[in-house]
């Protein structure tokens, strides 16, 4: 009986026969249970001995049935047969597949030939309902490897990159051999873990960045970006410095790198005309282990800035006395006298540069090439030309502002050149006399305000004396002289009385005033009223004298005053 006949599907019929006749020739069918045996799957019809399915039967839980059919009559007598129902299998189970193991995530540096899974395959029908064949549908990375009986392996078949697949998704089939097939999918999603295996690369394969120079410290010029196919730690990117050798040190101490961003800066400033261009190797490295790096080289271009004036070669002018170009007088217009040459440190349009004449003695006889800076006549040299002209040329660079310089030249107008050597020693002459002259008139100045100065202090010195002694003037009369001198009248030495008048400065009330002997020679050794002289001069009282000391003692002694009416 095929296990998936129906309910009611007629297995067989059992017939019994009995010679008898009558009540006792009927015959009953019914189940003679066996032990250990349930004909509960069947059922038997008691006239007919028609043996039906009550329910469907199943080979996988019993491949066949035995059965025990009991025949009795009216009479009570009985016979007993048996009936062997075998099934007959369908294929009605679908294969079966039991993972065993499984890993995931799986590495991505896995070696070929690396277990992912092992799974085991079976199907409950027999026959070629029970084969089972399996199969992969991508077997590009990975296959499919049977291991012992009904036991399969998932293996890899080449290396894995989870920067190209992170993740795969693989569907085993187990299909049986019946008809029609059974299948079974079992599907295994396999994660990729990462491994450091990608170094950072750098989004451009060099950099050029641009700083002007005079710079301000620590000025940002440009940044450098590296990504990193890896995940997590691995593809952490962090900046530095690399030396071009690994035995060298970095090459630049003025240029630093952001650690973090990859941001490039110049920490101090820089002098175009002392370095143009700088080239540093930057480094990116990741943080796995071991750490993957790439370098990058990175060329910093120093912008000219016009901060260097033109500086004149020719003529020099430091020399001392500058020198003199000769002009013939027989110069027609457009004679090269001299040519001014200056070299500009800055570059570009900064070093271009223009010669114009700024002074001159005549500014009508000479002109200057603005772009060669050749001095050239502008007219004939005429007798009523100065001998010796003076030009300043101005020489002036392109940048923005200009900057510019002077360059202060001679030139000497001759008849001939035979008379060079006159012409300088005297120029040379005059130019000494004009010196000369100069620090005379320096000299004098400086003379006659120091003597107007010391007179303007004596006058007024004397000035604040007159002041201070107005008024105080000190009278010394005959009473106070030495009777010497009176006795000396009658003898026709003197023949008449004196009267002194004395102007004393502050302070010379102590001053004494005395006579020498050659004055009064004759005169005898006498005190005075205050005593204290000697034989060679003779001491007048210290103290002022009042006008009561001055009226003379003998009526006919003259007063001071009629003494100086004589």
Aim: hydrophobic share 40%; net charge negative; aromatic share 6%.
């Amino acid at each position: 009986v095929l296990e998936n006949a129906p309910e009611g599907s007629v297995v067989l019929s059992v017939v019994a026969s009995d010679q008898d006749v009558g009540v006792n020739g009927d015959i009953a069918y019914q189940f003679s249970q066996a032990v250990g045996q349930s004909p509960s799957a069947f059922a038997i019809d008691p006239t007919s001995g028609e043996i039906k399915l009550t329910k469907p039967l199943d080979f996988e839980a019993a491949e066949n049935h035995e059965l025990s059919v009991r025949a009795t009559d009216g009479g009570g007598l009985s016979a007993i047969c048996k009936v062997l129902v075998e099934v007959v299998d369908v294929n009605d189970n679908a294969p079966e597949l039991v993972v065993s193991s499984f890993s995931s995530p799986l590495p991505e540096n896995a070696l070929p030939g690396t277990v992912v899974a092992l799974f085991t395959v079976r199907d409950r029908d027999a026959g070629a309902n029970g084969k089972i064949s399996c199969a992969l549908e991508d077997q590009l990375l990975f296959s499919l490897r049977p291991a012992y009986k009904n036991y399969y392996e998932l293996v890899t078949v080449s290396a894995l990159d989870r920067e190209e697949t992170a993740r795969y998704i693989l569907t085993v089939t187990a299909a049986d051999a019946g008809s029609p097939p059974l299948t079974t999918t079992q599907t295994f999603t396999v994660d990729v873990s990462d491994v450091n295996d990608n170094a950072p690369v750098f989004n451009q394969t060099s950099y050029t960045m641009y700083v002007r120079e005079n710079n301000v410290p620590t000025a940002l010029v440009g940044a450098v970006s590296a990504s990193d196919a890896d995940v997590g730690p691995n593809a952490k990117v962090t900046y530095f410095l690399a030396p071009a050798h690994s035995a060298e040190r970095p090459p630049c101490s003025c240029i630093s790198v952001n650690s973090e961003n990859g941001h490039v800066f110049v920490l101090r400033p820089l002098d175009y005309e002392q370095v143009r261009q700088i080239e540093v190797l930057v480094s990116a490295s990741d943080a796995g282990s071991p750490p993957l790096r790439a370098n990058v080289t990175v060329r910093l271009v120093v912008v000219d800035e016009n901060d260097n004036a033109p500086l004149v070669l020719h003529p020099a002018q430091d020399s001392s006395p500058p020198s003199n170009e000769l002009v013939p007088m027989s110069a027609e217009a457009g004679y090269l006298v001299t040519k001014v040459v200056a070299v500009d440190a800055d570059s570009g349009q900064n070093s271009w540069l223009s010669y114009h004449l700024l002074r001159a003695t005549d500014p009508g006889l000479f002109a200057v090439g603005a772009q060669s800076g050749e001095v050239r006549l502008r007219r004939p040299v005429t007798e009523r030309d100065a001998v010796k002209q003076k030009l300043v040329v101005l020489v002036r660079d392109n940048g923005r502002p200009p900057l510019s310089a002077t360059a202060a030249l001679s030139a000497l107008l001759l008849n001939d050149f035979s008379d060079v050597r006159l012409r300088h020693s005297s120029l040379a002459t005059e130019d000494e006399g004009g010196s000369l002259t100069t620090y005379l008139i320096i000299s004098l100045v400086f003379v006659s305000l120091l003597f107007l100065a010391s007179t303007a202090a004596f006058i007024a010195h004397k000035v604040c004396k007159r002041k201070e002694l107005k008024g105080g003037h000190v009278l010394y009369g005959t009473g106070n002289l030495q009777s010497s001198l009176a006795d000396a009248a009658p003898a026709g030495t003197l023949p008449h009385a004196y009267c002194y008048e004395i102007s004393l400065t502050t302070g010379s009330g102590n001053s004494e005033f005395k006579f020498l002997k050659p004055i009064l020679p004759s005169l005898p050794p006498q005190h005075s009223a205050t005593g204290g002289g000697t034989d060679d001069e003779q001491d007048f009282p210290r103290g002022p004298i009042t006008a009561e000391d001055v009226a003379p003692d003998n009526p006919g002694m003259p007063s001071a005053e009629q003494f100086n009416s004589l």
